[in-house]
């Protein structure tokens, strides 16, 4: 068992540097759950369940996930290591469960990324119209040109560059950027209170459950990123329990986040309105504050792209890298670059990954989102499982962070991400779509497998 200090002078054996603060390791979870998604997707999320039927989806979706970061936050605090899920899981479960539960939260973080290569032309083209030249395919009725590929592609070599130089450079451009989102998000929400109209808001509800649920089912994906917290653990400066209620706190603030966007474009845009509008939070704001606002809450989608795009490659890259020094994913990947300290090919690996989403077009958007929405639920459910299980085997684990009632808590984590799992599947309202998504999830399981092979045959097993 490990006491206080032996884990303490465990944690301090890394390769990594310890520069994230609390300031940065709050921009970091914050800045990964909220992205770009407010700004595209509230229209969908109105449209789907109605106004308060989309508030009620995100409050549902967000004790869950709640509770699920109570389950993170111990064991974080507990076992402060790179690589988060991974470290829990085979501590707790073995090797095997291990690479389901890490190789399916890094799904979810190959989707926010390649989300975000998607997403960057979009709001560009919004920003500079006439950005589609030199048309190469159609894909799901959305025309893909060559200009709007070339961009995305562009931002995912510029995200990955920045994140192989190094962990203080991500955490200065996340620390200002989300800064500028706070205020821009805050002025927006302020301005529809004043100039809204409760009628706009009708159907409050749409669609009853089946409504609910279609929201529901991209809840995990939105709030996917107070994982990344435990992933950079050992780049955090923080005491251990700290690392904890700093995981809690950026939930409760992107619960309210999501809530306050989805009131305040209810208040300001009716049904026909949000139909008719390709960005609907930018077109909420311009008739707030004119044509000038829109472009201003379109620059804050841009940011919000950014802050989501390092959040992601950094923790995806530790878990990678995670794995790799574990003997689950070939060894190559676990490399530290000599002096930047970042794993090198899992950040290039990625970002490799990423490059693929735009040449699919604005469909992909919708197809990530639900395809890595299952990986994330499959992990936090045997996170949660690892939870119980450390638990009752290893009660004298040091616990910085500990949870009260933690048998209520875990179970409860477990059942919630079970029921959020079971949205995916065949029958839901909400089920993956064949072939497109459920593609996406078989062309995961199959590169899993692949490189889980070679890394055992390398490692002589």
Known sequence: MMGVYDLSKEASKTQFLRVLGRREVLALAFGAMIGWSWVVLSGTWISSAGTLGAIVAFLIGGAAILLIGLTYAELASALPFAGGEHVYSKRALGSGASFICTWGIILGYVSVVTFEAVALPTVLDSLIPGLDKVFLWQIAGWDVYLSWVLVGVAGSVIMTALNVIGVRMVALVQSVVVLAILLVGGLFVSGAMFIGDISNMQPLFKDGVSGITLVLVMVPFMFVGFDTIPQAAEEIDLPFKDIGAVLMISVAMAILWYGLIVLGVGLVLDEASIN????????????????????????????????????????????????????????????????????KNAILLIGALSIIGPFFGRPALVWVVDAGGLGIVIAYGIVAWSFLVLRKREPELERPYKVRYGKFVGISALVLSIGLGLLYLPGSPAALIWPQEWGIVLAWAILGGILYSFARKSGGE
């Open 276 to 343: 008719s509008s390709e960005v609907v939070t930018a077109a909420a704001n311009t008739i707030i504050y004119g044509e000038a606002g829109g472009t201003v809450l379109l620059i804050a989608g841009l940011a919000g792209i950014i802050t989501s795009w390092n959040a992601f490659i950094l923790g995806g890259s530790r878990a990678i890298y995670a794995m790799a020094h574990g003997g689950l994913l070939p060894e190559f990947l676990g490399e530290i670059h000599p002096k930047y300290h970042t794993p």
